[in-house]
């Protein structure tokens, strides 16, 4: 198997970005991911996206962006894991690459939820649960999860405002990065005072609809040095992938306040790489809801479980503390366009691991690991890389 | 790069199964080709698939199917390339177990087509084309392959019942297959009496709307003896696997008469397998509509431009023709479940090659050739199998 590295990235500002229709999106993330990596052909593209078929009325992603961006008689395809498609759609163009099928790979993230024509978002992104026993009797996608966060506060005795600390966090550091949809840091009285979505779940606990695109460029890592010479950014490693499935139902799962997935596919990582918990430098989790962030701190080993809440606070998880997360935004202040963020939290971590990653920029980061999760929990695919 | 065998198949019979939800479907196919390779567990599921999204209102399908089917803790995900998703999911197969990310894969092909509450199939098989440029100007894609066809008959002066023979050969093929939509042969006179769909395709040029599963288990040929060992059916090896792309809209392509990424793709996988085209013992073709046949057949270099059309004759295409083609009934006969058909033809020539195709047996089958067609011709994926 080859060792496989990233040799560029691009990503768009994420947004509700009604001038953009999906081809532009993904054009200006992989036109910049190409030049970064100064090659203008690949062998393949994989495109992460969940949603064209249901918002857009387009399948045949793989093909109409590769045709979009110039690129012809190469492999295309879209993959789709729900919110994890980017991150899956990682793990099938590292697969192209380790295996010799391809040398150069492009992997897109890839989501327009806004301005669609007669469609409606919320039932989009309940498609990520079960049809037929979830989203047939009316519960949303926010739905569920307030379920689990209701919950979890009963089985823990947790107040209201525990998970403030993860949404301030994440708006202090989306402030930062100008590619983030909201750069305005909270305080924990806008928290307090936030709107409730679907009680307990109020709108600083959750990410934004959006839209956007970000891109990889992959390449043998024996290779890594030919690309990356004439930019400042190094090749970053990808030295773990891994991928596990749960229930799709949350009433099917044995305990809804665990995700056995997340356990699974970062403990085989961990094995992977050969690295420790303890050994991250940072950690880009999934922070679609602030239970969800919670649950992958308890589930991933943490923190015991109910006291993934107590690591709400700077010197745990801020760009100084014990476990840095969501250090360019995470999913609640950078956004959340669905099928993309795999892609996002790929290309915040090289930023990171390269040392570009601006006013964000983690000291000597040598170690990062992503998270993406799909659905709540049912897919979680893990990767850690090392500069 | 290690070597891949087919070591299990399993499908459904094709047809409009209105008792039979899209998971009912995949678990039927799934637990066959399970059971004939011999084995409970795999490492990952992927699932190819079309309009799950756009006519089902569920995604997340990889994660739905590995639950229903009682498979936890694997890698998921679907993947979509329009009507060549069920082949671009076998190459992500083939590539887990390339790279050595997974021994054991299973690859279903999946659609649920009929039956759908409150959505339009001909507008979501319009997602495969352009859905701004084409769908959104009202043409279908009965009405994008009808343009096609009427260009061909003007410039190469071609009869409108010169495609007749495709059809007959097909359905004669699928009148001995168990497995088919159509189990009836059919006359020159049903077809020139065949009412008309989109001028000139008639519904007997044109393959149905319908439901159905497939599934493939993948392992490394090294280890291929161990689960064939309990079952009459051989090991089938993945000779060869290539998939390009073109233009997604047909008004941007050079030429609508040649499916361009057809020919890339064979050539390609021809010498992967250091095979020529006369080595072929068949030839499972994407016959979506008889036009498709006619350019397959011309860009794959098996007759000249404007002369496909010729071959539309039992000593050409018949099972003891020169080239058998769609020799289980093609997408034609046996019917056209989107997403899964690629793995279907995979299915039949497995079937072939391992002397269990019945009546319709080609006698010392070694090597087939199938190829999957996505949209008008954007996503074309050749597959090459040897016994």
Redesign the interface.
Known sequence: ?RSVSIVGIGQTPVGELWDL?ARHLAYQAISSALAEAGVEQAD?LFVGN?????L?????????V??FCG????????????CASGA?AL??G???V????HDIVIVAGLEKMTDTVGKDTT?GL???????YE?LHGVSFVGLNALIMQRYMYEYDVPLDAFAGFSINAHRNGANNPKAMFQDAITLDDYVRAPVIATPINIMDSSPVCDGAAALILAPTEWAHRFTTNHHRGAVRILA?????????VH?RRDPLFL??AQ?SSQKALRQAGVALEDLDLFELHDAFTIMTALSLESNGFARRGEGWRMAQESEIGLNGRLPISTMGGLKSRGHPVGATGVYQIVECVQQLTGTAGANQIPQARLAMAQNI??SG??IVTHILGS
């Open positions: 198997m229709s393949a969940m949603l064209s078929g249901n857009l009325d387009q399948e045949h992603l793989g093909a109409l590769a045709d690129l012809h008689g190469i492999e295309t395809a879209k993959v789709e894991a729900a899956a793990r099938v590292a697969m192209a380790a295996s010799g099928f039932a309940a498609t990520a649960a079960d049809a037929e989203a992938s891994a991928s596990a499935n749960d229930t799709l139902a099917d056995q997935a699974i799909g659905g049912a897919t």
